[in-house]
């Protein structure tokens, strides 16, 4: 049974929030007043079901069960997890809180303020130790960062319990030691905003020419290493120490007006509006956000093949995703279903079609399953021994479209001292999509030469 996510407020990050733990596969119920919510809803879900896949490896689950309540009440009541994404007036989330605690006081609740401390959260609350910060970064349903801010009032355990949660959706928790104003991220963000602000202002540079700024060099740089790493490396051999002994004295400099803020007036905001909107008023919001997703996508997949940053947290969620098999019966004749498949959006064509090159992706990930199966998986390799494939004879029979699942299986056709003949089907339900044959020599990786394998392989192989 699918566990259940309440999402109170249905705006940007509340849509996001949604979507994620839709896709995940949890039930959500999501409350706000508003007449609209449904609409501006459906479109970040749309928006997020065309994006989350591209960046899996793995079958997405099935998508849980998206409700609209009537009431806060209705939305709240069952759930295992709460997400108050309502404006930023602490009398109102105040009031939220008491609501959500008397029709559900001990489930956990994380609120997506971006400025408020825990501690103002739980103020006059019947329980402030399930109350918590989970600030979360738009889009919501592709960057996996959510600061996870407790007070001295939380149970230290439900907050691992929600920490747990957040990984499981494949979210990153970072775990903010101390609770602060604006907790860590955005006072930085805070901090580029104002000096920002005083450039626009005095002329010095467009709201375009800053955001090439960011987007054309240390953006880059940001987004795979953040700002230490980046300056350690800019240190050189000498690292870290070399780059504070040449830059430090910069802090003293008059270069920045980071305790300065400029006077907010009309002028100042219908000037940066302007500009904003000949930047990018060409475009709408929801084109904004699906450019913005592929670009995300796209970085974010780099980083996954590197094993790097937010790429690791995404390897890591496909590893917990994994389908595995059920062992197959030993004595069964039928093939051994050992792979589970979803076409997902980097698997497809300009014709929409699963690519040729997937089909023998899914043979792979199907003969990589059997031998692992039989005992020769990567510890195996460690040791210097390895099943390569000399021959591979492919038949198309059907097609793929995006979001299929498929399954592969094995049969054994033949087995001598160092060969391995297999017949592999990659199958939609009962539908062949195609069949592979494929032969395999066991191989000394050492020496280069057929090597005949051990006598464990000859009980599970041999027909």
């Known amino acids: ?34 007449p609209e919510a449904p609409r501006k809803i459906g479109e970040v879900l749309a928006n997020a079901r065309a994006a989350l896949p591209a960046l899996a490896d793995v079958p997405m689950p099935a998508e849980g069960h998206l409700t609209f309540a009537e009431t806060l009440t209705d939305a709240v009541q069952g759930a295992d997890y ?117 450039l626009v202002k005095d002329g010095v540079a467009t709201t375009e020419e800053i955001d090439e700024a960011i987007r054309m060099g240390f953006g880059l740089r940001w987004g795979q290493m953040g700002l230490f790493e980046t300056y350690r490396v800019a240190g050189g051999e000498a690292g870290m120490k070399h780059f504070m002994a040449q830059f430090g004295p910069c802090l003293s400099w008059p270069w920045t007006k980071l305790m300065d803020v400029p006077e907010f007036t009309d002028e100042l905001v219908d000037l940066i509006a302007g500009q904003s909107d000949a930047q990018s008023g060409h475009h709408t919001i929801r084109e904004l956000e699906r450019i913005r997703d592929r670009n995300l996508i796209g970085f ?30 030993p004595d069964s004749a039928a093939p051994l279903v050992l792979a589970h498949m979803q076409v997902l959006p980097g698997w497809i064509d300009y014709n929409g079609h699963m690519t040729e090159s ?63 003949h297999l017949f592999i089907r990659i199958e939609r339900g009962e539908t062949l999509v195609a069949s592979i044959e494929q032969m395999l020599l066991h191989v000394d990786m050492a020496a280069g030469n057929p090597a005949r394998p051990g006598p464990r392989f000859w009980r599970v192989c041999v027909p």
Not at 145 to 157: G, R, T
Not at 302 to 329: I, Q, Y
Not at 358 to 364: I, K, Q
């Open 300 to 329: 974010l997949r780099v980083l996954k093949d590197s094993n790097w940053g937010a790429g690791k947290v995404l390897l890591e969620h496909d590893a917990r995703r994994r389908v595995t098999a059920p062992d197959p019966t």
């Open 358 to 420: 997937r089909y023998l992706f899914a043979s792979s990930e199907t003969c990589d399953a059997f031998l692992r199966h039989i005992g020769a998986g990567m510890d195996y390799v460690a040791g210097g021994f390895s099943y390569y494939t000399a021959e591979s004879h492919i038949m198309h029979a059907g097609e793929a479209k995006l979001g299929d699942r498929l399954t592969g299986s094995v049969q054994v056709l033949a087995a001598d001292d160092k060969r391995l």
């Open 1 to 34: 049974m699918a566990r259940k996510a309440a999402i109170i407020g249905g705006g940007v990050i509340g849509g996001g929030w949604a979507a994620r733990f839709l896709l995940s596969g949890w039930d959500v119920a999501v409350f706000d007043p508003d």
């Open 82 to 198: 709460i997400q108050e994404s309502v404006s930023e007036r602490l009398d109102l989330k105040h009031r939220v809180f008491a609501q959500i605690q008397q029709a559900a006081p001990d489930a956990l609740l994380g609120s997506s303020t971006s400025g408020f401390k825990p501690s103002e959260l739980q103020e006059n609350s019947a329980n402030p130790a399930v109350i918590f910060v989970a600030h979360p970064f738009n889009p919501v349903y592709l960057l996996p960062l959510a600061e996870i801010v407790p007070s001295p009032k939380n149970d230290p355990q439900r907050i691992e319990e929600a920490k747990e949660i957040l990984r499981e959706i494949g979210m990153f928790p970072l775990h903010i030691r101390k609770e602060i104003d604006a907790h860590i991220a955005d006072r930085f963000l805070e901090a580029v905003w104002r000096e920002a602000l005083w």
